[in-house]
T-cell receptor, first 113, second 113 residues
């Protein structure tokens, strides 16, 4: 079974631009969560989507948004990029329920110049 | 905030058992304990999870105390490839069917040849 796939693996942008990252979950997984990882703040939860609806959101500004498609694939968008948005962005998918582990992709490393 | 406390670092000799402790004194009755590890530049890898009984899989064993206030992850025969940051996480219900992982700083395990 294929794991969680994130594209692209690496991305370089400049301040003020916007970026879209993509995540393909494990087949059959309908829950998709996004995380940001930086050296200073560690791994922080961004948001979770289930059945095309955002059902949980972390403490990030509105410049960070996402969506989920009917096939459970998800995208996240960051607008008006800032230097501090440089990070590893991770996507995780799971089956429904508290007893179902989230499985992570290897992330997209975003660098802002 | 993370509901867990872990030592920042540990060393283990190759071939010996690695025992990684975690305190979660405020855990609620229906909250699971999850363990993940992260090798540099990769996404977190799911290891094991449990509610109150001890659990074992092909990667590790999880021992949860009877009062559920602490747990220990056991890697029975550590290899150099087990060098990673290990995260102990209490998965919390966030409403609307969403269960959130809140990562702390984890334990950096170094396996020594």
């Amino acid at each position: 079974k294929a794991g969680v796939t994130q594209t692209p693996r690496y991305l370089i942008k400049t301040r003020g631009q916007q970026v879209t990252l993509s995540c393909s979950p494990i087949s059959g997984h309908r829950s998709v969560s996004w995380y940001q990882q930086t050296p200073g703040q560690g791994l922080q939860f961004l948001f979770e989507y289930f059945s095309e609806t955002q059902r949980n959101k972390g403490n990030f500004p509105g410049r960070f948004s996402g969506r989920q498609f009917s096939n459970s694939r998800s995208e996240m968008n960051v607008s008006t990029l800032e230097l501090g948005d440089s990070a590893l962005y991770l996507c995780a998918s799971s089956l429904e329920g508290n007893n179902q582990p989230q499985h992570f992709g290897d992330g997209t490393r975003l660098s802002i110049l | 905030d993370a509901k867990t406390t872990q030592p920042p670092s540990m060393d283990c000799a190759e071939g010996r058992a690695a025992n990684l402790p975690c305190n979660h004194s405020t855990i609620s009755g229906n909250e699971y304990v999850y363990w993940y590890r992260q090798i540099h530049s990769q996404g977190p890898q799911y290891i094991i999870h449990g509610l109150k009984n001890n659990e074992t899989n092909e990667m590790a064993s999880l021992i949860i105390t009877e009062d559920r206030k602490s747990s220990t992850l056991i890697l029975p025969h550590a290899t150099l490839r087990d060098t990673a940051v290990y995260y102990c996480i209490v998965r919390v219900y966030s409403g609307a069917g969403s269960y959130q992982l809140t990562f702390g700083k984890g334990t950096k395990l170094s396996v020594i040849p």
